[in-house]
């Protein structure tokens, strides 16, 4: 497949910028957050979010793009209830897109309470995905549900808040204790939260229920497998699987730090581990290997590394710095790739 852009819708929507996450719909629809390269780190890099509808031939024009020169370090999630994309950054901005609105929303923290129980606000850390509902993960534990536009409701004043430590305001805890980065579920009554120092909460449907885990380190990603078992990944990763109150490490691994895991994924029977160096999976000797070590047609580094499947579960769509690769569980089919034009 030839790249979705040409040269000049190239250079009008992505010349300059990165991707840094990115959300799939559909098959022929994603939609990329775009940060601006800047050697000059005095000056607040500029947020691009690109919706890509590419079932035409894309023209300069032609793409939906709202640019904003706030947001930082943020993620994006692509949701059913209702059907739109949402991202939020961590100072609790956000920006939705849906058929009928395309632009910045009101702050998380002017709908809904997000004072910390240490003061300042709850930070948020990741937008996910699951059941097909939007929620925004915190700091502190905290769990926030999208109702709509400008509409966010956290768990706790729906009766289903994650419990802190009753010395949560005089001992000795910091924001990486707990709280979480990603959250992933089997379904609406049975989701899994994972974050701080091995802290790992299970959802029954009506209460959160601690998961002792066989680890203290920082927790980063969380997938649910169709075999049934629940796989997190350490900031090293490192891959545990389980659930409940049993689980068990299945693969070493070593990663630096600055490439530690940002997403994971079970799709069409193997888990797929992202962060900024690429995609990796489980190996046959308990290890965490590079995906092209045991898949030759894998895409290479720059054009996968975020990790979202789109709602119907048939598409897995990766993305690096500068480009992104669709599967459909037998085909890898790059999209686009800035190095076509460098």
Not at 154 to 173: F, N, Q, R
Request: contains cysteine; charged residues 25%; aromatic residues 12%.
């Amino acid at each position: 497949m030839e790249s979705i852009f040409d040269r000049a819708s190239w250079e009008k929507y992505l010349k300059g910028f990165t991707i840094y996450d990115c959300a799939i719909v559909r098959q022929h629809g994603f939609c990329l957050v775009l940060v601006e390269q800047k050697e000059n780190r005095d000056i607040a890099p500029r947020t691009r979010f690109l919706t890509v509808l590419y079932d035409k031939p894309i023209a300069v024009g032609s793409l939906p793009m709202v640019e904003a020169g706030s947001f930082s370090y943020t993620t994006i999630a692509s949701g059913l209830n209702p059907p739109e994309y949402v991202a939020v950054d961590m100072g609790n901005l956000v920006y939705s897109a849906n058929a009928k609105w395309k632009g910045v929303e009101k702050d998380i923290d002017k709908v809904t309470d997000m004072s910390a129980p240490r003061g300042g606000n709850i930070v948020i850390l990741k937008v996910v995905r699951v059941a097909g509902q939007i929620y925004a993960l915190g700091t502190y534990r905290k769990i926030y549900r999208r109702l709509g536009q400008d509409q966010w409701s956290e768990m706790k004043s729906e009766g289903h808040a994650v419990p802190l430590p009753d010395d949560i305001k005089t001992g000795e805890y910091t924001t990486s204790s707990f709280g979480f980065n990603d959250m992933c579920g089997f379904n609406e009554h049975d989701l899994y939260a994972v974050g701080g120092l091995g802290d790992v909460w299970r959802f029954d449907g009506k209460h959160w229920h601690h998961c002792p885990f066989p680890t203290n380190t920082i927790l980063e990603t969380v997938a649910c497998g169709e075999d049934g078992k629940v796989y997190i990944s350490d900031m090293k990763g490192c891959i545990w699987a389980g659930r409940e109150n049993r689980w068990t490490q299945v693969a070493e691994a070593d990663f630096a730090w600055g490439s530690q895991p940002r997403d994971s994924a079970w799709f069409k029977g193997r888990l797929y581990l992202g962060s900024q160096d690429g995609l990796y999976t489980l190996g046959d000797n308990k290890n965490v290997v590079a995906l092209e070590s045991v898949d030759s047609e894998a895409p290479g580094m720059g054009n996968c590394g975020r990790v979202d499947v789109s709602p119907d579960g048939q598409f897995l769509l990766t993305a690096g710095s500068f480009g992104a690769t669709l599967y459909d569980g037998t085909t890898w089919t790059r999209l686009f790739s800035g190095y076509d034009f460098m």
